[in-house]
Nanobody, 128 residues
Framework: QVQLVESGGGLVQPGGSLRLSCAASGFTLDYYTIGWFRQAPGKEREGVSCISFSDRSTYYADSVKGRFTISRDNAKNTVYLQMNSLKPEDTAVYYC?????????????????????WGQGTQVTVSS
């Protein structure tokens, strides 16, 4: 059974850090592009970051550039999102998603419709 499981969310003060993990089971991540998305209450789900399967190119939303870092460990079949200097506006449910090889030609990494598999999400709350 294909499954993605996120972990690592929680409550953190502004300026703090968290590391989210996305563990895959039932398939190997080697040939999948992995994206992280988030959804805050009352808002659309938005792309946060992405790492390609091939050259491990990384992409970030402008709102998180310089603060978040995506990485992958294929040996552990896991992708990580290191989040530093967290802000209250980063509060959301964070999801990881996978697409074989990558988004369709001409599509954006942040287009959630391109992704085939999704995790159940992990809550991140940034508050003092």
């Amino acid at each position: 059974q294909v499954q993605l499981v996120e972990s690592g969310g929680g409550l953190v003060q502004p300026g703090g850090s968290l590391r989210l993990s996305c563990a895959a089971s039932g398939f190997t991540l080697d040939y999948y592009t992995i994206g992280w998305f988030r959804q805050a209450p009352g808002k659309e789900r938005e792309g946060v970051s992405c790492i390609s399967f091939s050259d491990r190119s990384t992409y970030y939303a402008d709102s998180v550039k310089g603060r978040f870092t995506i990485s992958r460990d294929n040996a552990k079949n896991t992708v990580y999102l290191q989040m530093n200097s967290l802000k209250p506006e980063d509060t959301a449910v964070y999801y990881c998603a996978a697409v074989p090889l990558g988004p369709s030609y001409g599509s954006s990494w942040s287009d959630r419709n391109e992704y085939h598999y999704w995790g159940q999400g992990t809550q991140v709350t940034v508050s003092s």
